[in-house]
């Protein structure tokens, strides 16, 4: 009986470790194909003054339309894309169309901070602060639109290699910010050794206020030391008024989240302004 039992218990982990790995499978052949299909689209995710409710930057975040499969995330694709080496490639692509993006929103006189995450592979390449500098100076955005996203464990490790590459690409003129902040291992004291400019409150922290009086603490706390530290702070995943609220009480007013808009494609960017009356310019 145990026997027959643990047959079973085999045969289903054993399925569905052969589902995952096939998914795996088909998605990193898929990527090869997709980038020359185009599949891949940008959305963007409005940050917004909490205090005005004007859009004052955007995150890039990438979309993957697959024919047959419909949409496949980025947490499913981006993780694949970093271990084949597939990322450099696509997240070129991601800069050059953030970068046209910029330029087209300050043709509109809009503001046009732009938030792109960086993968740890983008970030550890020699060509990246070239490819940058071409890429700025191929579209004309002006470097301090940009706002390059890393997370803590990309600057652990080898720590002296990643302070000299976060200084050349500050050289360029470009910030730089910490995603997913809190969630590592850094600490705030460690963080002062690298020149960075803006923190991002994770949505861990963010999405169980105000009912988790500790989140609300930690959040507060991060906000607080960061303002010491003269870094500036992004909240992430801010989904109800009552976050709203809690950033403003504490000194917190950039926001990202649902709450505000989720993430979107460029031709929706009009009827989200309408929305929150944000007459900075008329887009298109
Ligand atoms: P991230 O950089 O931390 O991005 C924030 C994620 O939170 C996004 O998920 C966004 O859609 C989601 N989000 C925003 N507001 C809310 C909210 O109010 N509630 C909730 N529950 N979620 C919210 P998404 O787009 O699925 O991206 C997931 C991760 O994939 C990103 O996390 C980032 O690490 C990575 N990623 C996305 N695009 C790129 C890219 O172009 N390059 C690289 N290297 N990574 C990317
Ligand atoms: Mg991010
Ligand atoms: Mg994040
Ligand atoms: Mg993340």
Redesign the pocket.
């Known amino acids: 009986e145990a026997k027959a039992k643990g047959r079973n218990t085999y045969h289903f982990y054993s399925q569905e470790l052969d589902a995952a790995a096939n998914e795996r499978l088909f998605i990193e052949s898929e990527l090869r194909l997709a980038i020359k299909a185009r599949q891949f689209v940008i959305y963007y995710q409005p940050q917004v003054d909490s205090r005005t409710q004007h859009v004052v930057g955007y ?1 890039v975040l990438i979309r993957w339309f697959h024919p047959t499969e419909g949409m496949i995330p980025p947490n499913k694709f981006i993780p694949i894309a970093e271990a084949t080496g597939l990322i450099v490639e696509l997240g070129t692509w991601v800069l050059q169309e953030a970068c046209e993006f910029a330029a087209r929103l300050a043709v509109q006189g809009r503001e046009n901070n732009i ?1 792109i ?1 960086l993968s740890a592979r983008q970030f550890k390449d020699a060509k990246l602060v070239p490819l940058l500098a071409s890429i700025i100076k191929k579209t004309r955005v002006p470097a301090k639109c940009l706002h390059l ?1 890393l997370t803590e464990s990309m600057l652990m490790g080898n720590v002296e290699a990643a302070i000299a590459q976060l200084h050349q690409l500050k050289a360029l003129g470009v910030s730089i910010s910490i ?1 997913d902040f809190g969630t590592g291992y850094s600490s705030l004291s460690y963080l002062k050794r690298f020149p960075v400019d803006i923190l ?1 409150v994770d949505h861990s922290f963010v999405k169980d206020i105000p009912d988790d009086p500790n989140d609300m603490e930690i959040t507060a706390a991060i906000i607080a030391m960061a303002q010491k530290l003269k870094l500036n702070v992004v909240a992430e995943g801010v989904e109800t008024i009552e976050q709203v609220e809690f950033l403003q009480n504490n000194n917190c007013f950039i926001v990202q989240g649902y709450y505000y808009s989720e993430p979107i494609a460029e031709s929706e960017l009009s009827s989200l302004f309408e929305k929150l009356n944000d007459r900075a310019g008329v887009y298109p």
Do not use: G
Request: net charge negative; glycine share 0%.
């Open positions: 995150e938030s995450n996203e995603d991002k």
